[in-house]
T-cell receptor, first 111, second 112 residues
Framework: DVKVTQSSRYLVKRTGEKVFLECVQD?????MFWYRQDPGLGLRLIYF???????EKGDIPEGYSVSREKKERFSLILESASTNQTSMYLC??????????FGSGTRLTVV | GQSLEQPSEVTAVEGAIVQINCTYQ??????LSWYQQHDGGAPTFLSY????GLEETGRFSSFLSRSDSYGYLLLQELQMKDSASYFC?????????????FGSGTKLNVKP
């Protein structure tokens, strides 16, 4: 089974800090994704990557950037954290044509 | 654009059958997936329908009608452990067929 590992389960950061969320998958998947999950809003796509050094904006990319230097690692960067970026962040790797395998999530609080 | 609608909450008793509906609008439909998420956990993949009809996997079944832009997840012989949120997600062929767009989720409460 594919394993998707997110480096932190809980994070607390200050407003204005630069924040890095790391995600690693242990299979040779080309496609990786970052979602944020908020109550009543479901999962919203921030960015995705279909190959090393390739990235595409999702539906809510503002305030975020990503990095994919190696196939197994996809990083989400909050350039200057703000309180409205307090959320659950989920990384996913594509599981064939059917669906995603998700990491266990990072709950980020920006104070 | 894409939009998905599903009920926000459903309650059922242990041993019963429950159906969670999902209607969608998308510019280029490719398939419908269902995910389960327990409180504090990650979403886990349940099923995927690309063609009309019913797909069965144990106690769970998923149905799709592309002409009606509608699908549902059917859970039989409900167990307490089925209490979770269930998300439908459409795979959109526009732009990049690998993307899924998610509904806001249905919280299923299973009561004894």
């Amino acid at each position: 089974d594919v394993k998707v590992t997110q480096s932190s389960r809980y994070l607390v950061k200050r407003t204005g800090e630069k924040v890095f969320l790391e995600c690693v998958q242990d299979m040779d998947h080309e496609n990786m994704f970052w979602y944020r999950q908020d109550p009543g809003l479901g999962l919203r796509l921030i960015y995705f990557s279909y190959d090393v050094k390739m990235k595409e904006k999702g539906d809510i990319p503002e305030g975020y950037s990503v990095s994919r230097e190696k196939k197994e690692r996809f990083s989400l960067i909050l350039e200057s954290a703000s309180t409205n970026q307090t959320s659950m962040y989920l990384c996913a790797s594509k599981r064939g044509p059917l669906g995603y395998t998700f990491g266990s999530g990072t709950r980020l609080t920006v104070v | 654009g894409q939009s998905l609608e599903q009920p926000s909450e459903v309650t059922a008793v242990e041993g019963a059958i429950v159906q969670i509906n999902c209607t969608y609008q998308t510019s280029g439909f490719y398939g419908l997936s269902w995910y389960q998420q327990h409180d504090g956990g990650a979403p886990t993949f349940l099923s995927y329908n690309a063609l009309d009809g019913l797909e069965e996997t144990g106690r769970f079944s998923s149905f799709l009608s592309r002409s009606d832009s509608y699908g549902y997840l059917l859970l039989q012989e409900l167990q307490m452990k089925d209490s979770a949120s269930y998300f439908c997600a459409v795979r959109d062929r526009a732009h990049n067929f690998n993307k899924f767009y998610f509904g806001s989720g249905t919280k299923l409460n299973v009561k004894p």
